[in-house]
């Protein structure tokens, strides 16, 4: 049985503590917002929204002839998927067509968590045009599905030479191996409106299964991963989202269709 003296002496160090915290926790959010967050911010910090990589999905396609094409999407509404249109898109006798078979590949930290039929859209694979990108529509969301999975689509004309980006895809060789995996993978902007103007150009570490991956600019989408400037560099050509709205915008606007951004 517990004494009065060591209750009352237990009660008071509880009573000191519950003030030390009421006192000091909003003294602590005074400095950091009044003073601390300001400095931090002319200092060039900046506060970015959480990347969540679940987002970034595996596309595979099957093709009549019985070939295959892998790469990398990501989600720009809880059913739609962007990528790039060559990862969708076969050459044939009657031009370059999009596949009737492609599967979306959701994983969550590494492990598969569903797999959803997905269909064309809207897009292009036109190289004359420099347009390379598809918009797919999955049949449903994945059942583990959070609205932060969704990335936000930002403007490409708001990134300059020089800037930071990440890019956020699968490896393909783990695809071939049967393990997909995620990379992140960091960049600047190396080159823009200069060999081709509708295309940037990204100084970055380019591999296969890049394709369709996210290129990232404080947290939103700039634009869409499609090849490598040349076979022996390591700069990525990237799809500026303002070129493919400019294509696509309309469409999904006259569909009613809501993407983050648009």
């Not at 708001?158 to 990379?183: A, N, Y």
Request: aromatic letters at 10%; proline letters at 5%.
């Amino acid at each position: 049985m517990v004494g009065f003296p060591a209750l009352y002496r237990a009660t008071a160090r509880l009573i000191r503590k519950t003030a030390r915290i009421v006192f000091w926790v909003p003294w602590s959010v005074a400095l950091f917002t009044g003073i601390l967050l300001p400095i931090f911010l002319l200092l060039g910090w900046e506060i970015r929204p959480p990347t969540n990589e679940n987002g970034v999905v595996l596309v595979m396609a099957d093709f009549v002839d019985g070939s295959g094409k892998a790469g990398t999407g990501f989600l720009v509404s809880p059913t739609l998927i962007m990528t790039a249109g060559h990862v969708v898109c076969e050459d044939s006798e009657l031009g370059r067509t999009p596949s009737r078979d492609i599967d979306i590949v959701f994983f969550d930290q590494g492990r598969r968590t569903d797999t959803i039929s997905a269909t064309w859209y809207i897009g292009t694979w036109e190289e004359s045009l420099s347009m390379d990108y598809a918009i797919l529509e999955i049949e449903e969301k994945p059942k583990s599905f959070k609205d932060k999975w969704v990335f936000p689509i930002g403007d490409s004309e708001d990134v300059q030479v020089g800037d930071k980006v990440e890019c956020i895809g699968f490896l393909g060789k783990t695809i071939d191996s049967g393990k997909p995996e995620r990379q992140k993978f960091s960049g600047e902007i190396s080159m823009k409106d200069g060999v081709n103007p509708a295309r940037i150009g990204v100084n970055m570490q380019v591999v296969g299964g890049m394709s369709g991956a996210p290129v990232l600019y404080k947290g939103k989408v700039i634009g869409v991963a499609t090849s490598k400037y040349e076979e022996s560099s390591g700069i990525m050509y990237v799809l500026p989202t303002r070129k493919i709205l400019k294509y696509a915008g309309d469409t999904l606007n006259e569909e009613g269709i809501d993407i983050p951004g648009i």
